[in-house]
């Protein structure tokens, strides 16, 4: 090969290696102005949210929570009779907040979905002055054992209830008065201590039929 051809042939790898270079130039260019036009658009994106307006107002029926394996947790809804929420755990619900025209309340579920603590005031019309609000215990297999309530001043009470879900034993106030009274399985008042309203201690008892068979006399300013 003469040096003329060699030169040629020189100046065609040059000429190649110039136009792929172009090439190369073009695309590192193109794909620039990609990864701009992205970045523009993402930090638009994020502009636009940060200065969008929180809504005030969030309109729905029922909200789930899940957890990161998608399980229920808890639920928040509307129902026909009011509104109640309720937080789970697997299966077993442990806790409940209800919301009626008839009663706000909480209950308290145990691992086996046993209802151990129910706190709740019931109500014929909100407002009105005839709330009883009132707690109950339960024991492991579900079953009443203690209840406090306030209908009014007057008549707050503490009851023990046996398995047969009958109050064995009161305690409160009737008619502003001091009051114990003990009740047989049958949930007749059998023996009764309180104070009178001169705060005389008092004692009285009754048979299984409710007939009284041992009373303190009145007081002297009972008797007139």
Same mark, same amino acid.
């Given at each position: 090969?003469?040096?003329?051809?060699?030169?040629?042939?020189?100046?065609?790898?040059?000429?190649?290696?110039?136009?792929?270079? +172009?090439?190369?130039?073009?695309?590192?260019?193109?794909?620039?102005?990609?990864?701009?036009?992205?970045?523009?658009?993402?930090a638009g994106a994020l502009a636009i949210g940060a200065t969008r307006p929180v809504p005030k107002e969030i309109v729905a029926q029922r909200f789930v929570l899940k957890d990161a394996k998608g399980t229920e947790k808890g639920i928040w809804q $509307?129902?026909?009779?009011?509104?109640?929420?309720?937080?789970?755990?697997?299966?077993?619900?442990?806790?409940?907040? $209800?919301?009626?025209?008839?009663?706000?309340?909480? +209950?308290?579920?145990?691992?086996?979905?046993? $209802?151990?603590?129910?706190?709740?005031?019931?109500?014929?019309?909100?407002?009105?002055?005839?709330?009883?609000?009132?707690?109950?215990?339960?024991?492991?297999?579900?079953?009443?054992?203690?209840?406090?309530?306030?209908?009014?001043?007057?008549?707050?009470?503490?009851?023990?209830?046996?398995?047969?879900?009958?109050?064995?034993?009161?305690?409160?106030?009737?008619?502003?008065?001091?009051?114990?009274?003990?009740?047989?399985?049958?949930?007749?008042?059998?023996?009764?201590?309180?104070?009178?309203?001169?705060?005389?201690?008092?004692?009285?008892?009754?048979?299984?039929?409710?007939?009284?068979?041992?009373?303190?006399?009145?007081?002297?300013?009972?008797?007139?």
């Open positions: 090969m003469d040096i003329e051809t060699r030169l040629e042939s020189l100046e065609d790898d040059i000429r190649r290696q110039k136009d792929d270079l +172009i090439r190369q130039e073009k695309k590192l260019l193109f794909h620039r102005r990609l990864w701009m036009g992205a970045a523009c658009l993402l $509307v129902t026909s009779a009011g509104s109640e929420f309720v937080m789970a755990e697997g299966e077993n619900r442990k806790l409940l907040l $209800v919301l009626n025209k008839k009663r706000t309340g909480m +209950i308290i579920f145990d691992k086996q979905g046993l $209802v151990r603590l129910q706190a709740d005031t019931t109500y014929e019309e909100p407002g009105k002055g005839d709330e009883r609000p009132g707690i109950l215990l339960f024991d492991k297999d579900g079953r009443i054992q203690v209840g406090l309530s306030a209908h009014d001043r007057s008549t707050p009470s503490l009851g023990f209830i046996d398995t047969s879900e009958r109050t064995r034993a009161y305690m409160g106030l009737r008619d502003g008065k001091p009051v114990i009274a003990m009740l047989d399985k049958r949930g007749k008042a059998r023996l009764s201590m309180s104070l009178s309203k001169t705060d005389k201690p008092e004692m009285e008892f009754w048979t299984q039929y409710g007939i009284p068979f041992w009373s303190p006399p009145p007081e002297p300013e009972e008797r007139k």
